[in-house]
């Protein structure tokens, strides 16, 4: 015979489990549902008004003329810096996302094409970035080529971080005070508007963006690794250029234009609010079944012979 002890300890974890249970099917009911219930008007309501008013309180105070640019960093460290960039008033990331290639030839990409043209909204990089994706403007590009056009296009000076010769040690560096320039050196140019490029950890920079930088710069080491991750190297060069123009008394801010702009490019989609709930709750389950959709079609139909390796079978992609 148990003790009361016992009896409660086990009848209270299978009601704690049923409970759980419970919330995890309303959760799925939440997920897959079409159309919310009574309540769905008022929650999509709320987030979208919530969301809206923090926009038009962070907007006025984004910095003017300052990019972020990262080229062919992993999800992870850009939903980080994504988060870095919110922090410190950068209105706008340029991710670029090279073709790359397998062992096999096979293009390969975190994203899908879909994903691409709006990749600050994938569900994965809103979570990691703790929403702060929802707040920074994200344009991607498919080289750094067309990357480098667009930003000269706007006036904008590139810098990137390097540790190949001839870059400067960053307090050195011509750009951080804007128009007066730094220690002596460039004071009649004009670096308002800059573009800070950062790398893939493993292989930094490539070719293109070192050819087409204006300056090259490092964070200078003290211990026995000579550079630091990504996620850790965006945070002090940023922080490094608004400190120094706010001291020189250049730190600019949005124009009236480019704050309409922005604030029009990341407001909250003004849609029936029973759609729009569907849609918020239900994006990572529709997801999930496309992209099964996909592999499964490309089981069928994807596949490449590779007889010479495979002792004529074939290897689906």
Request: net charge positive; proline share 5%; charged share 25%.
């Amino acid at each position: 015979m148990q003790n009361p002890g016992q009896l409660f300890v086990r009848y209270g974890l299978i009601l704690g489990c049923s409970i759980a249970l419970s919330g995890v099917g309303a959760l799925s009911m939440m997920a897959t549902s079409e159309r919310p219930g009574p309540g769905g008007d008022r929650v999509w309501r709320s987030q979208r008004a919530r969301r809206a008013a923090l926009l038009r309180d962070v907007v006025p105070r984004r910095l003017g003329g300052v990019r972020v640019v990262l080229e062919d960093v992993r999800s992870a460290n850009a939903a980080s810096i994504l988060r870095t960039c919110d922090a410190l008033g950068i209105p706008e990331v340029y991710w670029i996302h090279n073709p790359r290639k397998d062992e096999r030839g096979f293009g390969r990409n975190e994203f899908s094409p879909e994903e691409l043209t709006d990749v600050g909204r994938v569900p994965a990089i809103v979570k990691a970035s703790m929403g702060m994706s929802w707040f920074v403007g994200v344009t991607t590009f498919l080289s750094s080529e067309a990357c480098l056009e667009a930003l000269k296009a706007d006036g904008f000076r590139n810098v990137a971080t390097s540790l190949r010769g001839g870059s400067v040690p960053l307090g050195d560096a011509t750009f951080l005070e804007g128009r007066t320039g730094a220690g002596g050196r460039g004071a009649t140019e004009d670096w308002s508007r800059v573009a800070l490029w950062f790398g893939h950890e493993g292989n930094g920079l490539g070719q293109a963006a070192l050819a087409g930088a204006d300056e090259a710069v490092h964070i200078p080491m003290r211990g026995s690794g000579d550079s630091l991750g990504v996620s850790a190297a965006v945070p002090i060069v940023c922080h490094e250029l608004v400190r120094r123009r706010q001291a020189a008394g250049t730190l600019e801010l949005l124009g009236a234009g480019e704050q309409a702009a922005l604030l029009a490019r990341l407001m909250p989609p003004a849609v029936d609010p029973a759609e729009g709930l569907a849609t918020l709750m239900s994006d990572r389950a529709v997801r999930r079944r496309a992209k099964r959709a996909k592999i499964s079609q490309a089981g069928k139909s994807d596949r490449c012979p590779f007889a010479e390796d495979n002792g004529g079978k074939e290897e689906t992609i």
